[in-house]
T-cell receptor
Framework: NAGVMQNPRHLVRRRGQEARLRCSPMKGHSHVYWYRQLPEEGLKFMVYLQKENIIDESGMPKERFSAEFPKEGPSILRIQQVVRGDSAAYFC?????????????FGDGTRLSIL | QQQVKQSPQSLIVQKGGISIINCAYENTAFDYFPWYQQFPGKGPALLIAIRPDVSEKKEGRFTISFNKSAKQFSLHIMDSQPGDSATYFCAASMDHKGGKLIFGQGTELSVKP
């Protein structure tokens, strides 16, 4: 009955480095959503993936950000050449099926700090 | 059109009192409205949710009131307890958009003993 697992919980990177955030959905869940929470702000949708497919990436910045959800293994959110403005908490959520009424279960997030 | 506006930003309530958080939306295509509770250092957890064809939904001490014509909905926490102190987010989603959540800005609730 493990919930959504995100790692690492905290990640520190220097400007220009790459950040790789991992999300293992709940067992039986094949839909993954990534959200970003900036300090003192609400959560902003970034991307929605189903196994091996990106369904909706309308919230992803056009450059430096990418996401994948391979057939085997966790979903990965990758940020290349990080900048100070990327400092935020990144949350992953998973659901069993697609649809508004399908509950999204959130992980405890990865706190990314850029030096 | 994609925004959900939430107020107040922060709220202090005495133990036993009623906490009320309000949200408003513009896009009438939204068809599902959940509320999430978030404790410091944790991810949001689904609290209660409502569809726009229902005017009220109650689960324990938590009630959602929904006014479709005004495009507003609110969360009421009855008999508020110190353990309810957390940040609350309203959200909205559309079935045909895969269920991605559009969140309000959040309300930090503090319940004083």
């Amino acid at each position: 009955n493990a919930g959504v697992m995100q790692n690492p919980r905290h990640l520190v990177r220097r400007r220009g480095q790459e950040a790789r955030l991992r999300c293992s959905p709940m067992k039986g869940h094949s839909h993954v959503y990534w959200y970003r929470q900036l300090p003192e702000e609400g959560l902003k949708f970034m991307v929605y993936l189903q196994k091996e497919n990106i369904i909706d990436e309308s919230g992803m910045p056009k450059e430096r950000f990418s996401a994948e959800f391979p057939k085997e293994g966790p979903s990965i959110l990758r940020i290349q050449q990080v900048v100070r403005g990327d400092s935020a908490a990144y949350f992953c959520a998973s659901s069993r099926r697609q649809g508004a009424e399908q509950p999204q279960h959130f992980g405890d997030g990865t706190r990314l700090s850029i030096l | 059109q994609q925004q959900v506006k939430q107020s107040p930003q922060s709220l202090i309530v005495q133990k036993g009192g009623i906490s009320i958080i309000n949200c408003a939306y513009e896009n009438t295509a939204f068809d599902y409205f959940p509320w999430y509770q978030q404790f410091p250092g944790k991810g949001p957890a689904l609290l209660i949710a409502i569809r726009p064809d229902v005017s009220e939904k109650k689960e324990g001490r938590f009630t959602i009131s929904f006014n479709k014509s005004a495009k507003q909905f609110s969360l009421h926490i009855m008999d508020s307890q110190p353990g309810d102190s957390a940040t609350y987010f309203c959200a909205a989603s559309m079935d045909h958009k895969g269920g991605k959540l559009i969140f309000g800005q959040g309300t930090e609730l503090s319940v004083k003993p």
